[in-house]
């Protein structure tokens, strides 16, 4: 499995962009890159998932180089709502293939 | 996204009883879940790995004979704690594994179920 590494934490404030890096040097190739979003009590909830390039939805964005060792979620116009712990993972296709939580990086969005 | 539900959210209980938390899969069938506790500000740590029809998989240092998990079902899977003491209370969180065709799988997870045992 391969491990992630990420800022323990982030500060930033009300209306900026959030970028939050993850290395990942021993990514395998089958393995995806996916983010998680998790406030205090509550289950972590998806936020993205990409392999390769950019990806984009509603909430983020996604880049990931082509050597794929690092990835950056990339948080538009940050909310007081954004607060809260950002994990990154790496997994395969495989069945029954698990997903390693890391540290994670606690953002903080100030007013 | 898919849906996972957990319940009870909240449970408190006596030293030495048993508590079952049931996780659901509600609008998709899975064959695999995942079972997580998570003590306060630190990270999720996977207890075990359900799979429908058979056996748990248990991460080393989990004791399988207290954290019983059954996966009767492609939409239920419970982790019962048995004879719980006060160091087995943590936030217990679910996922399950939703299969990707042209993608990564993905994991959903429950909203977690917080066990306080006295």
């Known amino acids: 499995l391969a491990k992630t590494t990420q800022p323990i934490s982030m500060d930033s404030y009300e209306g900026q962009e959030v970028n939050i890096t993850c290395s990942h040097n021993n990514i395998a190739t089958n393995d995806y890159i996916t983010w998680y979003q998790q406030f205090p009590s509550q289950g972590p909830r998806f936020i993205i998932q990409g392999y390769k390039t950019k990806v984009t939805n509603e909430v983020a964005s996604l880049f990931i180089p082509a050597d794929r060792k690092s990835s950056t979620l990339s948080l538009p116009r940050v909310s007081l709502s954004d607060t809260a712990v950002y994990y990154c993972l790496v997994g395969s296709n495989n069945a029954g293939n698990m997903l390693t939580f890391g540290g994670g990086t606690r953002l903080m969005v100030k007013p | 996204g898919a849906v996972v539900s957990q319940h009870p959210s909240r449970v408190i209980c006596k030293s030495g009883t048993s508590v079952k938390i049931e996780c659901r899969s509600l609008d998709f069938q899975a064959t695999t879940m995942f079972w997580y506790r998570q003590f306060p500000k630190k990270s999720l740590m996977l207890m075990a790995t359900?799979?429908?029809?058979?056996?748990?998989?248990?991460e080393q240092g989990v004791e399988k004979d207290k954290f019983l998990i059954n996966h009767a079902s492609l939409t239920l899977s419970t982790l019962t704690v048995t004879s719980a003491h006060p160091e087995d209370s943590s936030f217990y969180i679910c996922s399950a594994r939703v299969a990707g065709v042209r993608s990564g799988d993905t994991q959903y997870f429950g909203p977690g179920t917080r066990l306080t045992v006295l």
């Open positions: 359900s799979n429908e029809g058979s056996k748990a998989t248990y």
